[in-house]
């Protein structure tokens, strides 16, 4: 029959349902009922267009990703600011600071955890990794500071680090000037 079909604004409701849920819940992953009741539509529903809890799951997971992505290209697309600029706007588009993104990084977080025993969210996990180390990398070569990709990696572990602290004590625990500062130095 082919792949399963769902309206895309359907879809959508149903990954911002998984969203929602997450951050309330504090990463536990929701039931069927509670997801679809939460998106408005009967489990019948979900199970008629989703094979499994799982590709539901990670369905939530690629569309919160894409979103996440998308808007952290926006941030890094406009060569005309700093790199430092440019850092500090990804970091900013990253951290929890509305629903969207607080619904975003509880996805994330519980989507972490249950990668640690399901292969496929772990590729993903490193799919995700991946664009974003370049994203980063790409602002370190960009201040020619040595060793980019490293640097990279550095901001990239530190950012999972401010998520958790804006999750759980709020936007005032993170210091996002003094990491960057850290990395690149002001001139």
């Known amino acids: 029959m082919g792949e ?10 149903v990954a911002d349902a ?5 951050m309330r819940g504090h990463g536990t992953f929701p039931g069927m009922r509670e997801i679809a009741a939460e998106a408005g539509v009967t489990t019948g529903t979900l199970q008629h267009h989703f094979s499994t ?8 997971l690629e569309h919160h990703c894409r979103r996440c992505a998308d808007r952290l290209r926006a941030q890094s697309g406009e ?3 700093s790199p430092r600029r440019v850092l500090s706007a990804i970091v900013t588009a990253l951290l929890p600071l ?11 977080k519980a989507f972490v ?6 292969p496929g969210f772990a590729e993903h996990y490193r799919a995700q990794r991946e664009i974003l180390l370049d994203l980063l990398r790409e602002q370190f070569e960009r201040a020619h500071v040595p060793r980019p ?6 901001l990239s572990q530190a950012i999972e680090g401010m998520r958790t602290d804006c999750l759980l004590l ?12 850290q990395l690149l130095p002001r001139a």
Not at 18 to 22: E, F, I, S
Not at 113 to 118: I, M, Q
Not at 149 to 154: D, K, L, S
């Open 113 to 118: 955890s249950h990668a640690t025993t399901h």
């Open 170 to 181: 709020g936007p005032d625990a993170v210091q996002i000037d003094a990491v960057i500062d």
């Open 53 to 60: 809890k799982e590709e539901m799951l990670l369905f939530a």
């Open 18 to 22: 998984v969203g929602r849920l997450l």
């Open 79 to 81: 060569g005309t600011r």
């Open 98 to 108: 509305d629903e969207e993104r607080a619904a975003e990084t509880s996805v994330a």
């Open 149 to 154: 990709a490293v640097a990279a990696t550095i």
């Open 4 to 13: 399963r079909w769902m309206p895309d604004a359907r879809r959508t409701a």
